[in-house]
Nanobody
Framework: QVQLVESGGGLVQAGGSLRLSCAAS????????MGWFRQTPGKEREFVAD????????SYADSVKGRFTISRDNARNMVFLQMDSLKPEDTAVYYC????????????WGQGTQVTVSS
């Protein structure tokens, strides 16, 4: 059974930093893209960043470019999201996602971790 477990969320002041972690288990993720998404109440889930298996291909949403950094540790089946210069508009539930299909959808999702940025 595939499990993605996020951690590292919390409350931080604007301008601060947080580092989210996602631990994946239950199958091999070799060669697979993993990503981060976020969602606020009443809005659709939005893409934040993704990373290829090798780390050689990384994408970010325009809203987080230059502030967030995605990385992964394949030996530990983990993916990370370093979030710096946080803004109140970054407040959301952040989700880890694994195995991006050819159609662009992700097959597996974590349960989410809340990030709240106070002004």
């Amino acid at each position: 059974q595939v499990q993605l477990v996020e951690s590292g969320g919390g409350l931080v002041q604007a301008g601060g930093s947080l580092r989210l972690s996602c631990a994946a288990s239950g199958r091999t993720f070799s060669g697979q893209v993993m990503g981060w998404f976020r969602q606020t109440p009443g809005k659709e889930r939005e893409f934040v960043a993704d990373i290829s298996w090798s780390g050689g291909s990384i994408s970010y949403a325009d809203s987080v470019k230059g502030r967030f950094t995605i990385s992964r540790d394949n030996a530990r089946n983990m993916v990370f999201l370093q979030m710096d210069s946080l803004k109140p508009e970054d407040t959301a539930v952040y989700y880890c996602a694994a195995i991006k299909t050819l159609g662009g959808a992700y097959r597996f999702w974590g349960q989410g971790t809340q990030v709240t940025v106070s002004s």
